[in-house]
Nanobody, 118 residues
């Protein structure tokens, strides 16, 4: 059973930084065969895709509002994907989830709360 655990969320002031981590366990296949994405869901809004990293970490994509501020990375040896978030804005406040995908199967974590407020 694939299990994803997010960590690193919290309360930060506007302009600050946070680093989220997504640790995978219970994998049947090598972690490098899973594509991984970060999503977020703000209160009253639909869940939205924030960033995606390819299996070999050679390709990344970002939602327009986070380009230049967020960086997704992965360490396949440690089964971890990180989301570095800089220049945070109040509108980044949301629950952040990671998702791993392999062969049309999606696995989700439980989410971590990020609150950007002064």
């Amino acid at each position: 059973q694939v299990r994803l655990v997010e960590s690193g969320g919290g309360l930060v002031q506007p302009g600050g930084s946070l680093r989220l981590s997504c640790a995978a366990s219970g994998l049947t296949f090598d972690f490098r065969t899973y594509g991984v994405s970060w999503y977020r869901q703000a209160p009253g809004k639909e869940r939205e895709l924030v960033a995606t990293i390819s299996r070999g970490a050679d390709s990344t994509t970002y939602e327009d509002s986070v380009k230049g501020r967020f960086t997704i990375s992965r360490d396949n040896a440690k089964n971890v994907v990180a989301l570095q978030m800089d220049s945070l804005k109040p509108e980044d406040t949301a629950v952040y989830y990671c998702k791993a995908r392999r062969s049309f199967f999606d696995y989700w974590g439980q989410g971590t709360q990020v609150t950007v407020s002064s």
